[in-house]
């Protein structure tokens, strides 16, 4: 866990620092501004993660024949043991920090520059983030990847690389505490 939580701050100082290069302002490359709606966006942006999240719920219940919580078993002991409010800071904050600030924030704004635009840009930052996923289920797969064109949605729409942090943090804090609070079928309990 401290390993991961190294590897974050890393790229996090070197995604900073790499967005300076040519001049760069480091808000502006990485478009951490105040989103163009104000505060209310990220009301919104809640809203519209609860309705994708209920989507791909139904999905897996009706679809999905074995295990619908296959991907998050690897994460139940983390939740429950000892270092549960570690694996809260590295999944819930420094996973979303660092993934935003690369993918979405750097690469994504340097893609969307070239001839590929916003949509190709998008399509394969989003494509290189899931690959971080590539040990989940195939629904799993498809669910980060559409997550993943949902927080570029978020940037495109707001303008601002601070409502898919805020989003991708609180998705995945919840998801650390409920696995906590809440046991899963056939989980160790802790």
């Not at 939580?5 to 995604?15: D, E, G, N, P, R």
Request: glycine letters at 8%; aromatic letters at 12%; hydrophobic letters at 60%.
């Amino acid at each position: 866990m401290a390993t991961l939580l190294v590897w974050q701050a890393t790229t996090i100082v070197l995604t900073v620092s790499a967005s300076t290069l040519f001049g760069g302002r480091i808000r502006d490359v990485l478009a951490l501004r105040t989103p163009a709606a104000g505060a209310t966006v990220y009301g919104s942006a809640i809203l519209a993660m609860i309705a994708f999240q209920i989507v791909v719920s139904i999905v897996q219940f009706f679809f999905v024949s074995g295990d619908m919580f296959i991907d998050l078993r690897p994460f139940v002991e983390l939740a429950i043991g000892p270092n549960w409010a570690l694996a809260l800071i590295v999944i819930g904050i420094g996973a979303p920090l660092s993934e935003e600030l690369l993918f979405r924030g750097f690469l994504l704004s340097a893609l969307a520059k070239t001839r590929a635009g916003f949509t190709g840009a998008a399509l394969v930052t989003t494509s290189l983030w899931t690959a971080l996923h590539v040990n989940y289920s195939l629904l799993g797969i498809v669910e980060v990847f559409s997550i993943g064109l949902f927080f570029c949605w978020m940037l495109w729409r707001t303008g601002s690389l601070t409502v898919p942090i805020f989003c991708h943090a609180l998705y995945n804090a919840l998801i650390v505490c409920l696995l906590r609070f809440v046991t899963l079928p056939g989980a160790p309990v802790g």
